[in-house]
């Protein structure tokens, strides 16, 4: 699928095995999830632009090479709060915005409750974080509210995507590449990604 890009690695791989694990304790899952986003940020950032810079060994001066523009990561609440560090870990310098948005059980729709972005985002390479990518709604809306605030350059990442989310996205968003470690099969009637595993939020800070 265009634009759709599945990170195949075999620690990400191997991560999400257990992810999926209905018996993984919520510390595990917490813990597994950093660990894989972090391994996807290699992936996600692999073509990122560089800038040549001078620097001193404890030998001679040197040129050599840093990111050449910001990292700015937006997580979607209350789920994306579980990948955040897996990322902070590898770009400590990297700003955070934060959009809320929940599920109407009812319509499935996104509900817009909380969105706190930072200034300079048309200066940054952005990032927007989801451990699951379901009907798409709330990715729609939250590029939307980024682009809305001068984004320019976007990705999307999540842990697992359904075939209708992915479309969605796609459909509404086409300039913004999708990064995932697995694409499901298909969304159950209540919304939910199968096989996926289960609710990204209760299970990462166990409240069910």
């Given at each position: 699928?265009?634009?759709?890009?599945?990170?195949?690695?075999?620690?990400?791989?191997?991560?999400?095995?257990?992810?999926?694990?209905?018996?993984?304790?919520?510390?595990?899952?917490?813990?597994?999830?950093?660990?894989?986003?972090?391994?996807?940020?290699?992936?996600?950032?692999?073509?990122?632009?560089?800038?040549?810079?001078?620097?001193?060994?404890?030998?001679?001066?040197?040129?050599?090479?840093?990111?050449?523009?910001?990292?700015?990561?937006?997580?979607?609440?209350?789920?994306?709060?579980?990948?955040?560090?897996?990322?902070?870990?590898?770009?400590?310098?990297?700003?955070?915005?934060?959009?809320?948005?929940?599920?109407?059980?009812?319509?499935?729709?996104?509900?817009?409750?909380?969105?706190?972005?930072?200034?300079?985002?048309?200066?940054?390479?952005?990032?927007?974080?989801?451990?699951?990518?379901?009907?798409?709604?709330?990715?729609?809306?939250?590029?939307h509210l980024v682009k809305e605030?001068?984004?320019?350059?976007?990705?999307?990442?999540?842990?697992?995507?359904?075939?209708?989310?992915?479309?969605?996205?796609?459909?509404?968003?086409?300039?913004?590449?999708?990064?995932?470690?697995?694409?499901?099969?298909?969304?159950?009637?209540?919304?939910?990604?199968?096989?996926?595993?289960?609710?990204?939020?209760?299970?990462?800070?166990?409240?069910?």
């Amino acid at each position: 699928m265009n634009g759709l890009n599945i990170i195949q690695h075999p620690l990400v791989q191997h991560k999400l095995t257990f992810l999926r694990d209905r018996n993984t304790p919520h510390t595990d899952f917490r813990r597994l999830t950093r660990e894989l986003t972090g391994f996807m940020l290699y992936e996600v950032m692999k073509d990122f632009p560089l800038q040549e810079i001078e620097v001193e060994t404890p030998l001679i001066k040197t040129k050599t090479q840093v990111l050449a523009r910001e990292i700015s990561i937006v997580l979607i609440l209350r789920a994306g709060l579980g990948m955040v560090d897996g990322l902070l870990d590898l770009v400590p310098s990297a700003r955070v915005g934060h959009v809320g948005l929940y599920r109407d059980e009812k319509t499935l729709h996104p509900v817009e409750y909380y969105v706190k972005l930072p200034q300079n985002l048309s200066e940054t390479d952005v990032i927007i974080i989801d451990p699951m990518l379901a009907t798409g709604g709330s990715a729609v809306d939250a590029i939307h509210l980024v682009k809305e605030s001068g984004a320019k350059t976007i990705r999307f990442v999540c842990m697992v995507a359904a075939p209708e989310g992915v479309r969605n996205l796609r459909s509404k968003h086409s300039d913004v590449p999708i990064y995932t470690a697995a694409l499901d099969e298909r969304l159950n009637e209540n919304g939910y990604i199968l096989p996926g595993l289960g609710d990204a939020g209760d299970r990462l800070f166990g409240t069910k």
